[in-house]
């Protein structure tokens, strides 16, 4: 079984910074993917950034303000949230491709979410 714990949210003004990490832990997997996703009140989850081994990948929405970067030794991804706005008030979610090394089944996870909350 694998967790995913998120840190790292929290109020800003517009135009601040935060920086969330979420870190895996567990035994017996290999992280395939990892992506931090957003739920707005009253709005559908969304993909905010997408990394692999080898590729990123932004909504339109964050592209030249938020960096997804991970540390493979750490099993940890971090999204580096700047020239943030109040329409990026959401709760925050990692997500986790993760291979089962014992069945080699591929699986999801999902962390519990961290809030963000930009004030004007």
């Known amino acids: 079984q694998v967790q995913l714990v998120e840190s790292g949210g929290g109020l800003v003004q517009a135009g601040g910074s935060l920086r969330l990490s979420c870190a895996a832990s567990g035994t017996g997997f290999i992280i395939n993917a990892m992506a931090w996703y957003r739920q707005a009140p009253g709005k559908q989850r969304e993909l905010v950034a997408h990394i692999t081994k080898g590729s990123t990948n932004y909504a339109d929405s964050v592209k030249g303000r938020f960096t997804i970067s991970r540390d493979n030794a750490k099993n940890t991804v971090y999204l580096q949230m700047n020239t943030l706005k109040q329409e990026d008030t959401a709760v925050y979610y990692c997500?986790?491709?993760?291979?089962?090394?014992?069945?080699?089944?591929?699986?999801?996870?999902w962390g519990q979410g961290t809030q963000v909350t930009v004030s004007s």
């Open positions: 997500n986790a491709d993760i291979i089962d090394v014992v069945n080699w089944n591929r699986n999801n996870y």
